[in-house]
Nanobody, 127 residues
Framework: QVQLVESGGGLVQAGDSLRLSCAAS????????MGWFRQAPGKEREFVAA????????YYADSVKGRFTISRDNAKNTVYLQMNSLKPEDTAVYYC????????????????????WGQGTQVTVSS
């Protein structure tokens, strides 16, 4: 099994920055992708960003492109989401997820592809 633990959420003002962390522990896989998703009240969970662990290739939702940066630290088995220029519409619970990349035709934004999920961390951006 894999455990994912998010941290770094909080209450900030519009224009501020936050960095979320997702620490992975437990079983490791030779090929993985890590993703960040978010879910606002009354809305469906949506894709934010993803990274292929081995290559470092990154993918972003259009709504966060240029403001958010996903990165990973191999030594710490941790993925980060640096969020700059935060907006009230970024308010949501943020989840990290791990995909073992066992299926062909990987699409980073497809929620059902991901095999493991964290519990989420709340991000609230006030105007």
């Amino acid at each position: 099994q894999v455990q994912l633990v998010e941290s770094g959420g909080g209450l900030v003002q519009a224009g501020d920055s936050l960095r979320l962390s997702c620490a992975a522990s437990g079983r490791t896989f030779s090929s993985t992708a890590m993703g960040w998703f978010r879910q606002a009240p009354g809305k469906e969970r949506e894709f934010v960003a993803a990274i292929i662990w081995s290559s470092g290739s990154t993918y972003y939702a259009d709504s966060v492109k240029g403001r958010f940066t996903i990165s990973r630290d191999n030594a710490k088995n941790t993925v980060y989401l640096q969020m700059n220029s935060l907006k009230p519409e970024d308010t949501a619970v943020y989840y990290c997820a791990l995909d073992r990349l066992t299926r062909p035709g990987w699409v980073p934004a497809t929620i059902t592809q991901y095999d493991y999920w964290g519990q989420g961390t709340q991000v609230t951006v006030s105007s």
